[in-house]
Structure formats: C-alpha cells, structure tokens
C-alpha cells in the first residue's frame, strides 16, 4: 500500500507541477506572440515612414542643387557650380552658350562671367516645380532671380529673372544635375505691380 500511495503522490505532484507550468508556458507563448507581432507593426510603421521620408529628402537634396549653383555664383566659386554637374553633363546658359563637361563649365564660369558680380549681387531660386520622373531621376523648372549684377556697360541691373531648368539624376548617394538650361524670363515692366 505504501508503495501505491508514493505512487499516487508522485503522479499527483507530477500532474499538478505539470499543470501549473502548462499556464506559464502558455503566457510565455503569449508573450512571445505578442513581441514578434510588436516587433512586425514597427517594421512596418519604419518602413513606411522611411518611404515617405525617402522622397520627401530625395526632393529637398534636388532643391539643393539649384541653391548651391545660386551661392556659388554668388561667391564666385566656379568649381562649386561645376561640380554640381555629372562629369560629362551639359549647361546652356541664358545667353546661348552650349557647354558639355565640368571643365567646359569651370572655364565659362570662370573670371570673365565672375566680372558680373559685384558686393550687393544676390541670387535665389524661387518656384521650385520637382517632378520625379523615375525614383532617382527628376525634372526641375524654377526661377532663379539676380540681383544688382554689373552690366556690360558697368551699370547695375538690378534684377534678371532666369527660367532655370534641370534633369537631376541620383550618383550613388548623392544628385547630380545631368543638364541644365537657362534662359532670360521676361522681366516685369518698370513700375507695373502684379494685381490681385
């Protein structure tokens, strides 16, 4: 009888060990579930975030172009505005003048286009229209305004608004303008206000 009665114990401590742990491990389960579905929405969520933070950065890197192409005319810095152009890119400028490569561009950029500047000129791109035509290619149509340059004749003009136009395309981690047009928009009538 004895024997029996250990037996019983034993089963019974047995069966009741294994039921309490059979809720633990079912929390367990539960909680692991519970993680991997956890951890899934916040791929999801950073995937999505990512995506729409993707071309909202991709668009403001494409804007960037054309205000760095602004201050370095500004600043007079000919190679900082070559060196926003693919290798073998191409710029006509808003006189007509067709250039293909940075070295063409460094060149036409260089002292005698620079004569223009002068310590009050300013520019600015304004209008920006980014349209991507591919995830990493995009068109852009802006207006790129010019403030109290030195004219031929050594007056100042003080402003020329350019119709700025280009295709920039992505280079590995960064955007290149691929080509560039611009040409002399033109200007408002002196003493004309726009109406609204």
């Known amino acids: 009888m004895k024997i029996k009665e250990k037996e019983m114990k034993i089963s019974q401590t047995y069966r009741a060990a294994s039921v309490s742990q059979e809720p633990k491990l079912t929390l367990r389960g539960l909680m692991q579930r519970l993680g991997l579905v956890f951890l899934a929405c916040t791929l999801v ?16 890197a494409v804007r960037t172009l054309g205000d760095t192409f602004a201050k370095a005319f500004v600043q007079k810095d000919a190679e900082l505005r070559a060196s926003l152009f693919a290798e073998d890119g ?3 400028t808003p006189v007509g003048d067709f250039l293909q490569g940075r070295v063409a561009m460094v060149k036409d950029f260089g002292p005698e286009a620079q004569q223009a500047v002068n310590g009050t000129t300013q520019a600015a791109f304004s209008n920006y229209r980014v349209r991507f035509i591919k995830p990493d290619v995009a068109f852009v149509d802006a207006l790129l305004t010019v403030r109290n340059v030195n004219g031929p004749d050594g007056t100042i003009i003080p402003v020329i608004p350019i119709n700025f136009f280009y295709v920039a395309a992505r280079h590995g981690d960064k955007w290149l303008i691929e080509d560039g047009r611009a040409h002399f928009a033109p200007a408002p009538p002196n003493g004309m206000a726009s109406r609204n």
């Not at 995506?51 to 950065?57: F, L, M, V």
Request: glycine content about 16%; proline content about 5%.
């Open 45 to 60: 969520i950073g995937a999505t975030g990512s995506a729409i933070a993707g071309p909202a950065r991709d668009e403001a």
């Open 90 to 92: 191409t710029f006509v």
